[in-house]
């Protein structure tokens, strides 16, 4: 749940109409999975410290789509990037998972109580994902979906 609460950001444009985003890809329109997540983790590497692709988390659909449509505080839109700077950025298969409005925080009773940011809405998140291991993505492969 951490991992995840780290992974939302803010909108980089504040004309945007959600809280906080999570950048990813609509599997059903990436073709090329593998390539982009080792070229994501050569670009992290560093002499010190080299990073590997692992993992995907994903959302199987229509399952996790009706699970956040039905949250009521999470959608996905697809966000397709067309390559402005680099070829890194260029992905027509680019998506956002939102967090629609900022979650209720957490509410202390007593004499001077704070407040504390809610991690429930990250664990409801987690509950509608699964996991991919890099070593055989037959399952993200089949959600690609073929070209008519």
């Given amino acids: 749940m951490r991992y995840l609460q780290h992974k939302f950001r803010r909108p980089p444009d504040d004309s945007r109409p959600w809280f906080l985003e999570l950048s990813g890809r609509a599997l059903s329109l990436a073709t090329d999975i593998k390539d982009k997540a080792d070229r994501a983790a050569q670009r992290l590497s560093s002499p010190t410290r080299t990073f590997t692709f692992h993992d995907v988390a994903y959302g199987s659909i229509p399952a996790s789509i009706r699970g956040f449509v039905d949250h009521g505080n999470l959608a996905v839109y697809l966000e397709p990037l067309s390559g402005m700077s680099g070829e890194d950025d260029n992905d027509p298969a680019h998506a956002n998972l939102v ?6 925080p957490v ?12 991690h429930e809405i990250y664990r409801q998140i987690a509950m509608l994902l699964e996991t991919c291991d890099a070593a055989d993505l037959t399952p993200l492969e089949s959600l690609h979906r073929s070209p008519n």
């Fill in 107 to 118: 509410v202390y009773q007593g004499q001077g109580a704070d407040t504390k940011p809610s």
């Fill in 99 to 104: 967090i629609i409005r900022e979650p209720p």
